[in-house]
């Protein structure tokens, strides 16, 4: 292990492991220290007496946070009272320990590191017992109250602020002797895709949404993301809505960003034809992070880059048709049908009906039995 001593508070620990002429890397660290101790004011509540102690992590080692622990170290005769808090350059706050004054957590001293992947919380069992004064390295590796992944993103750079203070007025006394921020470097960015549809059994000849969406949930903020969708034969493009810009002729996506644990959509609306596949692919073709596990553009469909989705289209089906009943029925002696007409509407429970008479042999009904007469028609109300 090789230990440098770069700025003051600053130590990088740089590992390497030679394997038969190869290099093995590891992610990069840095860790922060704070040794300026002080009384912890057991006279006044949390807001009044605070204790801080700042880390300032300067530019020239800027980094997105993939990990934070906390190493802390103070002297207390009643550890419960004590509270822990920091804030982030970009302004974001974490109450790390909470106060216990209902004298459940009477232990003395805290000699711990938190860590979001730690056994147990920082006051439960078996960490409820008096913790010793002497680190690093900590005694007792333990989760925060509220988690540390919060901060997991941010830019490293600038005044990273630890807040300590004692929320119970009393006659214990104790002393901040020592803080610790532990930094993991983050490498990667995490995208995944999903399709989903408004209808997977939509009926043939009617519109089908399509959404696609894009989800970042890595460290590293990324950008230059595309998507590869094949829209498939049985759908037929009408048109889309949503982030980026898409080509319904390459089906390419071209994805807004940069996304940091966020997302974003792409809505295709599509005809369903009566026939073709019906089977919709995408997959993320590029990014400009890598990805801790898929890799854009590979064609591997087991990793969560990619996404497929089937519709099963369904045939409309017939409307019923039906005779009104007796009450419906169109009386003629009411509404006769004008003489020398060719054409007339009428309502027959409640619906709009209109009866055409055609003679495709331009010859019409001459029948004095029915009252039928050249060149027009009359119709006979009770002939028939």
């Not at 704070?34 to 800027?62: E, H, K, L, M, Q």
Request: glycine share 10%; proline share 7%; aromatic share 8%.
């Amino acid at each position: 292990m090789i230990k440098l001593r770069a700025i003051k508070y600053l130590t990088l620990w740089a590992v390497i492991v030679l394997v038969f002429g190869g290099v093995t890397a590891r992610a990069q660290t840095s860790t922060y220290n704070n040794t300026t101790t002080a009384d912890i004011d057991a006279t006044v509540a949390c807001g009044t007496a605070n204790i801080t102690r700042i880390f300032t992590v300067p530019g020239s080692d800027d980094f997105f946070v993939g990990d934070l622990d906390i190493g802390f170290l103070a002297s207390h005769t009643w550890r419960g009272d004590i509270r822990l808090d920091l804030s982030s350059p970009a302004g974001t706050s974490v109450n790390l320990i909470v106060s216990d004054t209902t004298a459940a957590t009477m232990q003395d001293n805290y000699n711990i590191r938190l860590d979001d992947d730690g056994a147990v919380l920082v006051n439960n069992p078996p960490h409820d017992t008096n913790d010793g004064l002497v680190a690093p390295p900590y005694e007792n590796l333990v989760m925060p109250d509220n988690g540390l992944s919060a901060f997991s993103g941010e830019n490293s750079v600038g005044d990273w602020t630890l807040t300590i203070c004692d929320d119970f007025p009393g006659a214990d006394t104790g002393e901040f002797l020592r803080g610790e921020l532990f930094f993991t470097h983050a490498t990667d960015a995490d995208l995944s895709l999903n399709i989903s549809a408004s209808d997977t059994t939509p009926n043939i000849g009617s519109n089908v949404q399509l959404v696609f969406t894009v989800f970042h949930a890595g460290a590293l903020a990324a950008d230059g993301i595309s998507v590869d969708i094949n829209l498939p034969a049985g759908l037929s493009y009408v048109f889309d809505t949503g982030g980026g810009d898409y080509n319904d002729i390459t089906g390419l996506w071209s994805v807004p960003g940069p996304l940091l644990n966020s997302g974003a959509n792409l809505t295709i609306t599509a005809f369903v034809n009566p026939s073709g596949s019906f089977v919709t692919t995408a997959e993320i073709l590029t990014s400009d992070q890598s990805d801790p596990d898929s890799v854009p553009g590979n064609g591997v469909t087991t990793e969560d880059d990619f996404d497929t989705l089937t519709v099963n289209p369904a045939t409309p089906a017939v409307p019923s048709l039906f005779c009104p009943g007796a009450p419906s029925v169109l009386d003629w002696d009411s509404n006769p049908w004008p003489v020398g007409t060719l054409n007339n509407s009428y309502t027959v429970a409640g619906e709009p009906i209109t009866i055409i008479i055609t003679d495709p042999d331009t010859t019409l009904l001459n029948d004095p039995v029915f009252g039928g007469q050249t060149p027009a028609l009359a119709i006979n109300n009770t002939g028939g």
